[in-house]
């Protein structure tokens, strides 16, 4: 059995309050089997390669062009230390509007959590998608969603895995993937 005290498995599970009792349940099973970080690592078994902000906007930028060749344009996108302390996001965007001249310039911008350097490219992916989608739609709406299993067709099974994954880095305080050497 787990030797994890229940308020903290909890509030592990805290990043799966949306999803039905029958998946928590099984996330509290794998967790008192202690069986966790084998579930995830048999579905993803290696890490990423994108290491650095340049390796990031270069991978984002395929992915927008692929899919989302009319999107707004990306000025920034980098792995932020701090963005899933202090903003509990995993991912945001933003759009910076200035005057110049006589014309309104907008500027959009991607942060990833620098926890995600370490990560299956899935979950990477699941984020950019999440974060790409923000450039058409603003709102976390059905036409969202949609846009955002075009863009990766597994995304709720990633976003579902990605927030076990969380649960999991509550838990143990450690990642399961270590960075590939290239």
């Not at 928590?24 to 078994?45: F, H, N, S, T």
């Not at 500027?107 to 790409?132: C, D, Q």
């Not at 709102?139 to 999991?168: G, M, V, W």
């Amino acid at each position: 059995m787990s030797t994890l005290p229940s308020p903290l498995q909890d509030n592990a599970l805290s990043y799966l309050r949306a999803y039905p009792t029958s998946i928590q349940d099984q996330v509290k099973q794998l967790i008192a089997q202690e069986r966790l970080g084998q579930y995830l690592l048999a579905k993803y078994p290696e890490c990423h390669a994108v290491r650095t902000d340049k390796a990031l906007y270069q991978y984002v930028q395929e992915l927008k062009s692929s899919h989302l060749r009319n999107g707004e344009q990306l000025s920034k996108v980098v792995f932020d230390n701090k963005l899933h302390v202090i903003r509990n996001a995993l991912g945001t965007h933003s759009y910076v509007s200035r005057v110049q001249g006589s014309k309104l310039k907008t500027k959009n911008e991607i942060r990833i959590a620098s926890l995600f350097k370490t990560a299956p490219e899935a979950f990477l992916k699941m984020i950019v998608v999440h974060e790409l989608a923000h450039l058409k739609e603003k709102e976390h709406n059905k036409s969202f969603y949609q846009l955002c299993t075009h863009l990766e067709p597994q995304y709720h099974q990633y976003e579902l895995d990605c927030r076990i994954y969380l649960s999991y880095l509550d838990l143990y305080q450690q990642s399961l993937w270590s960075p590939t050497l290239s």
